[in-house]
């Protein structure tokens, strides 16, 4: 019982059709005949890495939850969000194949104006027919509420605005106090109390029960759920969270203890491991442009302020591990030792430096800066799993010491090349609380898409040589 109830196979099979009927259209659209559309190779092609991105969608988003929340217009935007990844994956894997050109962009575009509007109209009927189909008793899961008599009204309160769309509530248990104890409005709802309650289960089509006490010894709720399993009930008990309206819970096994995991946010493992495969990819094609700058910056580092080309530095990263991070040299050899002389010229609040006309930094510093170009070396640091190629920006030991109880909490995903911050104005942000701020929105919000759309935006942003000092 849970409120992420979907049908997932009907979901991705009608997405599926959906695609395939756009593809369909769009090649009408083109030719202005279906003769021949799956015979010929590159349209086989086209198809199968159409279908090939949306399963990849599908297993990193969210896409597929929450589906009988959302109403018409967010459907809407939702499905134009997944039209819009497909059709920028699909462009990025054709042109890697060499066969990008041999499409017309009239058939890119019909196929992405019919999957919009068939996708749309295909899920909100499916979710029609849904409400239709659970709203027949014998197909719903019929389920009980078992509670104190002071727990009643809020339990059916809080429950009845969430109970997913393939259930019934039946009515009522009372395991304690009697029908007079509960609201004169709830009190149809009560069927049975503690005396009778195993018999009117035993007798009436019950599927499922949800239990919230808060007031009754274990081992009374440990002999229910026992009886109730033995009569092949499934038990649902509400777990005690202690007041806290944590966003992100969940019950799981610590050695051989079942626990309550809060976090403000949990990341599901897929997510995470598509995280980091685009991160190894995205770090070996960032490790063969480094090798080329390096053979054209470093002479030019190295000619102006003789020394180390590659500057290096005790960084922190992910919930406070120490590591080594890489970078082009922009500055002269002694700027850490001058960067104490100049904290009076500190432009940012908080826990960071920042400087205009830095004194320290070189002339081909200044231009490896304002190209971003001195970020490249950290492609190592993401192969090699110290960062990510989206994140936060990983603060120095000193920063780090001075962190305040919520400003760890942007240390709770790998530091990253680019992130929100670096694409939201870098330059103009004067407030560490303001860069702090954004690191929480990212990480509160992440998603495999969210990387996707920053690292777009970084690529502008570099492209332009803008917000960097």
Known sequence: MGKKYENTPGLVALDFISL????????????GTLEGIFEEQLYRIGIACLLLIYICIALSTKCLENLMERGYGKEFLLVFQINCTLAVALALVLYFLHIAGDYSRIFYGAIFVADVMLMTGLRCLYKKLLRKYYSVEKFARRFLILTTADAAGPVYGELTGSIPVDYSLVGMILLDGSRRSVPQKLRKMVVADRSCMYDYIRTSAIDEVFISVDNLPVREIEDIILTLQHMGIVVNVNIQTFGLKTREKALREFGSHSVLTYSTNLFDSTSLFLKRAMDIIGSLFGLLLTGILMVIIGPLIY??????????????G???????????????????????ELME???????MFKMANDPRITKVGSFIRR??????????????GDMSLVGTRPPTEDEFLHYTNEQKRRLSLKPGITGLWQVSGRSDITDFDEVVKLDLQYI???????????IGKTIWTVIHASGAH
Request: proline share 4%.
């Open 371 to 384: 190209t971003s170009i001195d970020e490249f070396p950290q492609f190592y640091n993401v192969f090699k």
């Open 20 to 31: 395939v009927l756009s593809y369909v259209i769009g090649y009408y659209v083109r030719f």
């Open 345 to 351: 010229h500190n432009e940012m609040k908080g826990q």
């Open 318 to 340: 992910k919930n406070g591990r120490r590591f080594k991070i890489y970078k082009f040299r922009s500055m002269y050899v002694d700027a850490e030792e001058r960067k104490k």
């Open 303 to 316: 000619l102006e302020s003789p020394g180390p080309v590659i500057f290096s530095q005790i960084r922190i």
């Open 444 to 454: 509160d919000n992440w998603s495999v898409w969210q990387d996707i759309k920053i």
